[in-house]
Nanobody, 124 residues
């Protein structure tokens, strides 16, 4: 059974940093594309970043490009999202998700597995 568990969220001041983790079980990361999504209160879910080591692809939304970095540790079966220069508009629940097809992760929607989410609050 595919399972994803996020961690690393919390309260941070504007300009600060956080690193989110997405620990996978039941499958190996190399065979799947992993995406990070976020949903702010009253807003629709949006894609933030994704990685596919088998396709050698990383993707970032324009809103986070240059500030966020996605990476994968196959030994730990974990994907990370390093978030720097955080802004109040980055406040949201962040979810990681996995699918065997990269295009489905880029499109969002129904994917093979979703985590439970971790809350990131950027506020002074």
């Amino acid at each position: 059974q595919l399972q994803l568990v996020e961690s690393g969220g919390g309260l941070v001041q504007p300009g600060g940093s956080l690193r989110l983790s997405c620990a996978a079980s039941g499958f190996t990361l190399h065979s799947y594309a992993i995406g990070w999504f976020r949903q702010a209160p009253g807003k629709e879910r949006e894609g933030v970043s994704c990685i596919s080591s088998s396709d050698n692809v990383t993707y970032y939304a324009d809103s986070v490009k240059g500030r966020f970095t996605i990476s994968e540790d196959n030994a730990k079966n974990t994907v990370y999202l390093q978030m720097n220069s955080l802004k109040p508009e980055d406040t949201a629940v962040y979810y990681c998700a996995a699918d065997s097809l990269l295009w489905r992760v880029l499109a969002g929607g129904a994917l093979d597995a979703w985590g439970q989410g971790t809350l990131v609050t950027v506020s002074s």
